[in-house]
């Protein structure tokens, strides 16, 4: 994937972050974990080096979804931002809707299709795996 320098953030506005980095790959996840943390039934995410990305303004609020990762929040609002593993991740995903500009990325595949919900059809050609996928959860 191309290099892209771009900035996100949440709804409120309190938690700013800024991406120099070269995606390593971008996708739909379909996991209840998503769906739970969200509320929607898919999540686009970029998966990016984490020296790649920094939060510029405000800290957020984090959440140990499993025992070995953390989802990051706007702590005021609520906005998912950020997924990686809590102990030394080397990757961390952000969720492609939280950028500036979402279409910079162009998601890749679908992951977690054991658990879509049977009222959304999906139209695109792009890969599908029932679990985990390319990208390991
Ligand atoms: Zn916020
Ligand atoms: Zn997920």
């Keep these: 994937m191309e290099r892209i320098s771009a900035q996100g953030g949440c709804l409120c506005g309190n938690v700013r972050y800024q991406i120099d980095a070269q995606p390593i790959d971008a996708g739909f996840c379909h996991c209840r974990l998503c769906q739970r943390a969200t509320g929607a039934p898919v999540v686009a995410w970029v998966t990016l080096p984490v020296e790649g990305f920094r939060y510029l303004q405000g800290s957020p609020a984090v959440f140990q979804s499993s025992s070995h990762s953390q989802r990051e929040h706007c702590a005021a609002c609520g906005t998912a931002l ?8 080397v990757t961390l995903d ?17 992951i977690w299709l054991e658990s879509r919900v049977d009222w959304l059809h999906l139209g695109d050609d792009l890969p599908q795996h029932a679990g985990a996928g390319p990208d390991q959860h």
């Design 94 to 110: 952000v969720t492609l809707c939280s950028l500036d500009e979402p279409t910079l990325v162009q998601p890749q595949y679908h």
């Design 82 to 89: 950020v997924f990686r593993k809590s102990v030394a991740p």
